[in-house]
């Protein structure tokens, strides 16, 4: 029953932590767009950041009560689960055509950050601030890269929507994610129209909900990992990750279900970016994240041979196939399988 409660804790607080994210983005990019912040800024940088404002939140917490697993593994195992699980089910579901040029820009953007990430782990095991600074500074790159891309598609001159009702932002977050369609000019037509109040309204929930949702999920994984005598990072690598991975899902089912299903990719690599970017980056200037051998041995060379198949299946053929998709989520369930058998135990004291 305590276990039962424990799970239940974190599902609640995974919801809360997604709805308060819709509400703070909401009221950001509305508050943004009546400081006169140019689209191309609002849509390049604080929606793509809102995209895994989940897993920051969970990992920043994490991070400030000193649980080192909970901060690496729920990022870690977000972007594992973002390529094997959520994009290998969307391509069996609906194998998707692959835009090259887009796809290899982003997709080795996304190997490169994974092998920073990686340098870093094994030059400092022990965990050293310089791989936070480090990781932002991929940040910055990555969002500066976005905001060039989407600068020619701008039209000079070009009127900013009014009243447009509320705002689109699944539609916005998609645009955002994928690579292959940053356009300024669609951007501006789903600028915002809230009212005063519900900005206020929204902005003080989702800030409230934010802060809320991600201590009841640390809280809850922490003691579900006590009372199931289970490791902390084997918690956060699968049911923490699963959980604050529900936007990229959402986001990725309803691109294949409106048929557009190239945004299924660049979601997925914008979000693993981040993961590792901005998340881990902030994570690690917060507290120094050591390295254990579980993530140096098994985790980070898992994440790094999806990946690598990402980029080898866009690169090798004009589409992404069923059988690709397969082999992505088979290699999720291996991971799983290893995670549950020989690192399910929590580490000797």
Same mark, same amino acid.
């Given at each position: 029953? @305590?276990?039962?409660?424990?799970?239940? &804790?974190?599902?609640?607080?995974?919801?809360?932590?997604?709805?308060?994210?819709?509400?703070? !983005?909401?009221?950001?990019?509305?508050?943004?767009?009546?400081?006169?912040?140019?689209?191309?800024?609002? #849509?390049?940088?604080?929606?793509?950041?809102?995209?895994?404002?989940?897993? %920051?939140?969970?990992?920043?917490?994490?991070?400030?009560?000193?649980?080192?697993?909970?901060?690496?593994?729920? $990022?870690?195992?977000?972007?594992?689960?973002?390529? &094997?699980?959520?994009?290998? +089910?969307?391509?069996?579901?609906?194998?998707?055509?692959?835009?090259?040029?887009?796809?290899?820009?982003?997709?080795?953007?996304?190997? /490169?950050?994974? +092998?920073?990430?990686?340098?870093? &782990?094994?030059? /400092?095991?022990?965990?050293?601030?310089? *791989?936070?600074?480090?990781?932002?500074?991929?940040?910055?790159?990555?969002? *500066?890269?976005?905001?060039?891309?989407?600068?020619?598609?701008?039209?000079? #001159? $070009?009127?900013?929507? @009014?009243?447009?009702? =509320?705002?689109?932002?699944?539609?916005?977050?998609? =645009?955002?994610?994928?690579?292959?369609?940053?356009?300024?000019? @669609?951007?501006?037509?789903?600028?915002?129209?809230?009212?005063?109040?519900?900005?206020?309204?929204?902005?003080?929930?989702?800030?409230?909900?934010?802060?809320?949702?991600?201590?009841?999920?640390?809280?809850? $994984?922490?003691? +579900?990992?006590?009372?199931?005598g289970i490791s902390k990072q084997v918690i956060a690598l699968t049911l923490v990750a699963l959980g604050t991975s529900t936007p990229e899902l959402v986001i990725s089912l309803a691109a294949i279900a409106k048929k557009q299903r190239g945004l299924s990719i660049g979601n997925i690599i914008g *979000?693993?970016?981040?993961?590792?970017?901005?998340?881990?980056?902030?994570?690690?200037?917060?507290?120094?994240?050591?390295?254990?051998?579980?993530?140096?041995? /098994?985790?980070?060379?898992?994440?790094?041979?999806?990946?690598?198949?990402?980029?080898? %299946?866009?690169? !090798?053929?004009?589409? +992404?196939?069923?059988?690709?998709?397969?082999?992505?989520?088979?290699?999720?369930?291996?991971?799983?399988?290893?995670?549950?058998?020989?690192?399910?135990?929590?580490?000797?004291?």
């Amino acid at each position: 029953m @305590q276990i039962l409660l424990y799970v239940l &804790g974190i599902g609640l607080g995974v919801v809360l932590l997604v709805k308060s994210a819709d509400w703070f !983005t909401d009221a950001s990019v509305s508050i943004a767009y009546r400081l006169n912040v140019p689209d191309i800024v609002i #849509g390049a940088t604080l929606v793509s950041l809102a995209t895994t404002l989940p897993e %920051f939140a969970v990992s920043v917490t994490a991070a400030l009560n000193r649980q080192v697993e909970m901060a690496v593994g729920n $990022a870690v195992g977000s972007t594992i689960a973002n390529i &094997g699980l959520i994009l290998g +089910l969307c391509i069996v579901l609906a194998p998707m055509g692959v835009a090259r040029k887009g796809f290899l820009r982003s997709s080795l953007g996304l190997f /490169f950050v994974c +092998l920073v990430f990686t340098c870093m &782990g094994y030059a /400092f095991p022990e965990g050293t601030r310089w *791989a936070g600074v480090a990781m932002l500074v991929c940040l910055a790159v990555y969002l *500066a890269a976005n905001i060039r891309s989407a600068m020619p598609a701008r039209r000079p #001159g $070009a009127p900013r929507a @009014q009243d447009v009702g =509320e705002p689109a932002r699944e539609a916005l977050l998609e =645009e955002l994610a994928s690579e292959t369609s940053v356009d300024g000019a @669609q951007r501006v037509e789903l600028a915002t129209g809230l009212t005063t109040g519900r900005i206020i309204a929204y902005f003080l929930l989702g800030t409230v909900g934010v802060i809320a949702g991600s201590p009841l999920v640390v809280y809850c $994984a922490e003691h +579900l990992a006590l009372a199931a005598g289970i490791s902390k990072q084997v918690i956060a690598l699968t049911l923490v990750a699963l959980g604050t991975s529900t936007p990229e899902l959402v986001i990725s089912l309803a691109a294949i279900a409106k048929k557009q299903r190239g945004l299924s990719i660049g979601n997925i690599i914008g *979000a693993n970016i981040l993961n590792l970017a901005w998340v881990l980056g902030v994570s690690s200037l917060i507290m120094v994240v050591p390295f254990d051998a579980q993530s140096l041995h /098994f985790d980070i060379p898992v994440m790094l041979l999806l990946t690598g198949l990402l980029l080898v %299946f866009g690169f !090798t053929g004009k589409k +992404l196939s069923r059988w690709e998709g397969i082999v992505l989520l088979w290699v999720y369930a291996a991971y799983l399988t290893v995670l549950f058998t020989v690192y399910r135990a929590p580490a000797a004291a």
